[in-house]
């Protein structure tokens, strides 16, 4: 979950069906719905992950919400779930990312501060939720 559903929470979604492709439910929200970002989408497809079908929605848009863990990647994003969650038996996990949508330069300078994220996601998803490669 991040502050809105384009950039930082969509790639860590994504990021986690491609490591754990089997057994587990991920889904990924914002605070406020975002626009589909194209720096996200190039960044993820440098990966062979299509993120052209992502459509931001909010945590109330979601069909699921019974979730074991929660991650937030902003301040807005964590305030949001612990309220959301209160109730809940859930473990809400913030985990600081910048916002690459900040940073300002020539294309190249931007794609590097996206690509930054996306693999300080996948490092912090693999050391979090155990994965080890499968071989093949």
Not at 22 to 38: M, N
Not at 111 to 125: F, P, T
Request: hydrophobic fraction near 40%; glycine fraction near 6%.
């Amino acid at each position: 979950m991040c502050g809105m559903n384009s950039v930082r929470s969509p790639m860590g979604a994504a990021l986690m069906r491609r490591l754990f492709p089997r057994g587990l439910y991920v889904a990924s929200a914002g605070v406020r719905k975002g626009e589909a970002d194209p720096f996200t989408t190039a960044v993820m497809d440098e990966q062979g992950i299509d993120l052209t079908r992502h459509r931001p929605q909010t945590i109330e848009d979601l069909e699921d919400t019974n979730f074991d863990v929660v991650i937030t990647l902003s301040p807005e994003a964590h305030h949001r779930a612990l309220e959301l969650t209160r109730s809940m038996a859930v473990s809400v996990e913030y985990w600081p990312t910048p916002d690459p949508t900040l940073v300002s330069g020539s294309r190249e300078q931007i794609l590097e501060a996206y690509r930054a994220v996306r693999d300080q996601l996948a490092e912090r998803i693999k050391a979090r939720f155990g994965w080890t490669p499968t071989g093949n």
